[in-house]
């Protein structure tokens, strides 16, 4: 079983639609919870940044992480064709750890919003 | 704008050729690593290294080397390619002082081994 799990999708929303992307992962020593945003042909790019459990919103993205259930959670509001990538969650853990400064992916999920 | 670059940008070679492949960054970054992707498999950890003296093996160092040869390079090898070596490899750079897991990437390199 993998550290991290992601369900792949693909996932196709109408413009406007409210997305909801998921991971749940294993490793309770992780504490920095990330969501990376990957267009075609591209290198990853970070678009939200979370340390242990709560909520963050930037903007049309809510991050949230529930450590309780080992579980995370992107929202964006309002999508936008422009939205349409593929969106990878990462986990890392404190100083002293072994996951500290390396990250753990998904699989990522391909997300297309259509006009 | 500080950044990291890979090259080549795409690279076909054949069976049990020696491939490199480099990167560079202008972050002023201490610590750099090799993935690579594959469709449905998401981002695996190659190596990494967190200074000049400390490169480490990731989740799948089998069939890879690498060189760390100034704090701004780091070289990725596949000593005798093989086709299941044909993937997207990201280089990515990373700051400790100012978040140890927030890391930047390159724009990768397209291989494929025929």
């Known amino acids: 079983q993998k550290e991290v799990e992601q369900d792949p999708g693909p996932l196709s929303v109408p413009e406007g639609a409210i997305v909801s992307l998921n991971c749940t992962y294993s490793?309770?020593?992780?504490?920095?919870f990330m969501w990376y945003r990957q267009y075609s042909r591209k290198g990853p790019e970070l678009l939200m940044y979370?340390?242990?459990?709560g909520n963050k919103e930037d903007g049309r993205f809510t991050a949230q992480v529930d450590k309780s259930s080992k579980y995370i959670s992107l929202f964006i509001r309002d999508s936008q064709p422009s939205d349409s990538a593929t969106y990878l969650c990462a986990m890392g853990g404190n100083a002293g750890g072994t996951s500290y400064g390396k990250l753990t992916f998904g699989q990522g999920t391909i997300l297309t919003v259509h006009p | 704008d500080a950044d990291v670059t890979q090259t080549p940008r795409n690279r076909i070679t054949k069976t049990g050729k020696r491939i490199m492949l480099e990167c560079s960054q202008t972050k002023g970054h201490d610590r750099m690593y090799w993935y690579r992707q594959d469709p449905g498999l998401g981002l695996q950890l190659i190596y990494y290294s967190f200074d000049v003296k400390d490169i480490n093996k990731g989740e799948i160092s089998d069939g890879y080397s690498v060189s760390r040869q100034a704090q701004a390079k780091f070289s990725l090898s596949l000593e005798s390619a093989i086709p299941n070596q044909t993937a997207l490899y990201f280089c990515a750079t990373s700051d400790p002082g100012r978040g140890a897991n927030e890391q930047f990437f390159g724009p990768g390199t397209r291989l494929t081994v025929l």
């Open positions: 979370t340390y242990s459990s």
């Open positions: 490793n309770s020593a992780f504490q920095y």
